[in-house]
């Protein structure tokens, strides 16, 4: 059902939202503001993390980073880590190396007060290319040709580690996503089909993999019906069913799409093998603005609190084996955006990242969005917005957000994939952001932060060469604004 002019309108002023689509302030630096009155201040606000009476109970973010005399991880004072995983330096239980290529991950609470970790490895192409393939663990193989997947870990109340694989044989595992039932959704960044870069399989696919159940991983099945494309990130709303997944793709850019489950459809764990290959239903957003004028790309926004009303067009061939599902649209029936990434499911909604726009968008150039879908008023609110940094090699600005969460403590904690310094950083409601960790080894981008289950311990991975570490230290609520 199409959202017209007037029902956008009322819905968007019951949620308080600002309709802008001015020019404002990008936000670039650890604490700047995306909007004009918030970069000024705004009213008792004095822009420096107080209530503009002299009291910190505002103070935003956790405080300077220190430098790490072992060059792996600048945290702030207080903070310690922990390396969980390394490639090449810590083994499988069946005695191969950790896989490399770390990326998207999720927590879920193991028994005796173990948490388990599922993560992917983003391995593109024939496994023969890589000194540290996923290896073919017996009954887990999708296609033996290809290198990626993902493993899971266990990290025990008394400290001790163990990882297994979880899936083999894909390609490219980026993101994914956490089921409300308690599994994970790893997703292929690639599409290449059967006989193309050495694949014996079709690639391009999502695929279900569960942290507790071995057997339920064994013979891994394409999930076809949420579309063949580069995949980035997926989340399933928990109250309609749906699926929201993102594609990283350029010439044109990449689209965000929502999968609409079969009448009568039930979630749940092992429900969706049995689903055919054209079950439910795959469609892309489109998006309008205040005015009810249809937006080509999401770069137009130039303003934290810009809202637009999304609709929803059907796919017409969701595995796009002659054209690419993102080229089957005419001009006018899709809203694109470039590197579109992580995403996250809190607060009734999923929060969703767009990496960068440079000249491949129509819109204005930014190093970063991050919307917020609200699936019952149907609309895509701009949350986080960060300026081009013009010196990415210098620390202080924040640039490229890639894989995301929802923090326990208030706001989000974003991994960053940007050009120079690489970060881990926290932005509250209303855009303002600041440090968590800094990549003290190497420019490799941050990948899979996650919190662990109990909100002690926040986890995430150095891409290259692979090492993932679990930050503990002195968590405090941080302000909403």
Not at 8 to 18: D, L, N
Not at 261 to 268: M, N, S
Request: with cysteine.
């Amino acid at each position: 059902m199409a959202l017209n002019r007037r029902e956008f309108t009322q819905k968007s002023a019951v949620a308080g939202f600002a309709l802008t689509g001015a020019v404002g302030v990008l936000a670039t630096a650890p604490e700047a503001l995306a909007s004009d009155e918030r970069a000024h201040g705004g009213p008792g606000h004095d822009g420096h993390g107080h209530d503009g009476h002299g009291h910190g109970h505002d103070r935003l973010g956790y405080g300077p980073l220190v430098a790490d005399p072992d060059g792996i991880l600048a945290l702030p004072e207080g903070f310690s880590y922990r390396v969980i995983t390394r490639t090449g330096v810590t083994r499988l239980e069946s005695g191969e190396f950790t896989p490399s290529n770390h990326d998207g991950a999720a927590t879920f609470a193991g028994p005796r007060g173990a948490t388990y970790i599922v993560y992917n490895h983003e391995l593109k192409g024939d496994r023969s290319k890589w000194e540290h393939p996923v290896p073919l663990a017996e009954g887990l193989v999708y296609d033996p040709a290809a290198a990626g997947g993902c493993t899971v870990v266990e990290v025990r109340r008394d400290g001790t580690v163990a990882e297994w694989v979880g899936i083999a044989g894909t390609s490219t595992n980026c993101a994914g996503g956490r089921t409300a039932w308690g599994t994970w959704l790893t997703c292929e960044e690639n599409s290449d089909l059967a006989g193309k870069n050495g694949m014996t399989k079709d690639h391009g696919y999502v695929f279900e993999v569960d942290p507790r159940d071995h057997r339920a991983n064994l013979a891994p099945k394409p999930l076809k019906f949420f579309g063949r494309y580069d995949h980035e990130a997926v989340v399933v709303d928990p109250k309609r069913g749906h699926a929201y997944l993102t594609e990283d793709a350029s010439n044109p850019n990449g689209l965000f799409f929502r999968w609409v489950p079969p009448q009568g459809f039930e979630h749940g764990r092992g429900r969706y093998r049995p689903l055919a290959d054209d079950a439910g239903v795959l469609q892309a957003a489109k998006c309008v603005d205040s005015a009810g004028r249809f937006v080509d790309d999401l770069s137009r926004a130039t303003r934290v609190g810009t809202v637009f009303g999304v609709d929803w067009t059907d796919v017409p061939d969701r595995d796009g084996r002659t054209t690419p599902v993102r080229k089957q649209f005419a001009d006018g029936q899709v809203t694109r955006a470039r590197k579109l990434e992580g995403m996250w499911w809190a607060d009734g909604g999923t929060y969703v990242v767009s990496s960068y726009a440079r000249e491949e968008s129509p819109g204005a150039a930014h190093d970063g969005q991050v919307w917020f879908y609200d699936p019952k008023r149907r609309t895509l609110t701009l949350k986080v917005l960060l300026g081009v940094n013009p010196a990415p090699e210098q620390d202080g600005a924040f640039d490229g957000p890639d894989n995301i969460t929802v923090s326990p403590y208030g706001g989000l904690v974003i991994a960053e994939d940007g050009e120079g310094v690489s970060h881990l950083f926290g932005a509250t409601d209303s855009g303002r952001t600041y440090p968590i960790a800094r990549n003290d080894l190497n420019d490799s981008e941050f990948t899979g932060v996650v919190f662990s289950p109990d909100g002690d311990t926040l986890y995430a991975s150095i891409q290259t060469p692979g090492i993932m570490v679990a930050i503990t230290g002195p968590w405090r609520r941080q302000p909403r604004r």
